[in-house]
């Protein structure tokens, strides 16, 4: 089992541009979550996916996030137009039944 | 408001000290309730849960218990050791038992050799 993989490990962006982040959920898992992570906000809830579907996406910021899951196998979040504020580490966790949810390593994104 | 709620942001310990780590919980979260530990540039790991039927979680020689008349389910531990340095969290599912998870804020724990 190696766990929630999440690619890259370290990002670095110029303002305004674009942001691409995968997950591997471990294999079998049916819920896949995003979350956000920083000094100041703490661990903030981003959007989550059951059997690929999305269920809730009431933390993502409307106008520049978007995630996606098109098979079972890996999940990405995209973030147009990147802004200093959008510098965070990003978790994705899986989870086999929605309540455990197990996190991967997270993608430090760094918005210079 | 928070449905969980972690007070202190850092606690400094010595080895084999005794660790008590204060988390409060709304009324109306999801009765199963976690703990979460991460160590420096990793994603946070479930250490336990603890639920309204064994009321009690046990993992690494971490125990919470889940306590209906003070809310809450404090984490403690009879004897740290240096390797228990990281940031420790509460965390519950979403009232009404959604599945997303709301997080304390955490507590750091410093242990000194």
């Known amino acids: 089992n190696a766990g929630v993989i999440q690619t890259p490990r370290h990002k670095v962006t110029g303002k305004g541009q674009e942001a691409t982040l995968w997950c591997e959920p471990i294999?079998?898992?049916?819920?896949v979550f995003w979350y956000r992570q920083t000094i100041v906000q703490g661990l903030e809830f981003l959007t989550y996916?059951?059997?690929?579907?999305?269920?809730?996406d009431s933390g993502m910021p409307k106008e520049r996030f978007s995630a996606q899951m098109p098979n079972q196998s890996h999940s990405t979040l995209k973030i147009q137009s990147t802004q200093p504020q959008d510098s965070a580490v990003y978790l994705c966790?899986?989870?086999?039944?929605?309540?455990?949810?197990?996190f991967g390593p997270g993608t430090r994104l760094t918005v210079l | 408001g928070d449905s969980v709620t972690q007070k202190q942001g850092q606690v400094t310990l010595s080895e084999d000290d005794f660790l008590f780590i204060n988390c409060t919980y709304s009324?109306?979260?999801?009765?199963?309730l976690f703990w979460y530990v991460q160590y420096p540039g990793q994603g946070p790991q479930l250490l336990l849960k603890?639920?309204?039927?064994?009321n009690k979680g046990i993992s690494r020689g971490f125990e919470a218990t889940y306590d209906k008349g003070t809310t809450s389910f404090h984490l403690q531990k009879a004897s740290v050791q240096e390797s228990d340095s990281a940031v420790y969290f509460c965390?519950?599912?979403?009232?009404?038992?959604?599945?997303?998870?709301?997080f304390g804020k955490g507590t750091q724990l410093i242990i000194q050799p």
């Open positions: 966790a899986s989870s086999p039944d929605s309540l455990e949810q197990y």
């Open positions: 294999s079998g898992h049916s819920a």
């Open positions: 996916f059951r059997n690929q579907a999305p269920i809730d």
């Open positions: 009324t109306t979260t999801y009765p199963t």
């Open positions: 603890v639920t309204t039927a064994n």
């Open positions: 965390a519950s599912p979403r009232a009404g038992g959604a599945d997303r998870l709301t």
